[in-house]
């Protein structure tokens, strides 16, 4: 797929001023959302799927995803997927998942989005791809590449994450790192990022790495998948086998904000 050169734009207050300097030396922008549409907007369609439904995602999740706005929208320059305890179509809950399949792929380069994580107990928050050859060869032989994912009980931690065939659900190959000072991911804006390259993946939180794989870390015999293709993801999950479930604690609703997504591939 062709992808074509964008220029950042700043975002406005809510989501603050963003960073004039390219963050990626040696790198040219190709592909970013700002997400400078007007209030109340849905994501632009040119760039965004939704999944949907209340499958339990693999996970026991307890959310039905939507495409309503309520779940996913445009507000102030960011966008928001919102959490929200509600009924609908027999789920007790509903929340947003986009992604770009279908419309928008790459193979390497540097991925980044500047994020508020939401927070509470059974909350999950993720930016993450998967090999767009998912639909030919399933998961996880497809790859799956997570940027950013935190869990509601581990406030304060981040983890990167790669799943593939012979290291995927609880034998993922997994780095983490802290906040310093024990702060909450949710307090503020962070800037979460993968550099892929032909055989390594490096993880970065505001600019520092703090993890990464190559082929040498799998499992002996096990394949790196990662050479082909993939597509992004944004969702916010509720429950699910790894962060538990909503308890007394947990208040809703609870909002993901997007100030923005840049891809970009090597000059």
């Known amino acids: 797929m062709a992808v074509a050169l964008l220029l950042p734009v700043c975002c406005s207050a809510l989501c603050s001023a963003c960073a004039t300097e390219d963050p990626a030396p040696g790198r040219k922008l190709v592909w970013a959302d700002e997400f400078d549409q007007p209030h109340g907007s849905s994501p632009r369609a040119a760039k965004w799927n939704y999944d949907l439904g209340a499958s339990g995602w693999g996970n026991s999740e307890l959310q039905n995803y939507t495409d309503r706005t309520n779940n996913a929208r445009i ?16 789920s007790a809950y509903t929340s947003g998942r986009l992604k770009t399949q279908g419309k928008w792929q790459w193979t390497y380069g540097r991925i980044e989005a500047r994020i508020k ?23 996880p032989k497809c790859g799956e590449i997570d940027i950013m994912e935190n869990i509601g009980r581990e406030p304060n931690t981040l983890y990167g994450t790669i799943h593939g065939p012979g290291y995927s659900g609880n034998q993922a190959i997994s780095g983490k790192t ?17 550099e892929w390259t032909t055989n390594r993946i490096e993880w970065f939180l505001d600019g520092k790495r703090y993890f990464s794989v190559s082929p040498d870390t799998l499992p002996a015999g096990a394949k790196w998948v990662y050479t082909a293709p993939q ?7 509720v429950g699910g086998h790894w962060p538990g479930y909503p308890d007394a604690t947990t208040s809703f609703p609870q909002q993901m904000l997007v100030d923005y997504v840049r891809v970009y591939a090597p000059e």
């Open 178 to 194: 802290n906040v310093a000072d024990g702060a909450a991911l949710a307090d503020e804006f962070h800037v979460y990022a993968v």
């Open 231 to 237: 597509h992004l993801i944004l969702n916010v999950a």
């Open 117 to 139: 994580v939401p927070r509470g107990q059974g909350i999950w928050p993720a930016f993450w791809m998967l090999g767009t050859n998912i639909t030919a060869v399933g998961w």
């Open 75 to 90: 507000e102030d320059g960011c966008l928001v997927i919102e959490a929200l305890k509600e009924s609908h179509q027999g």
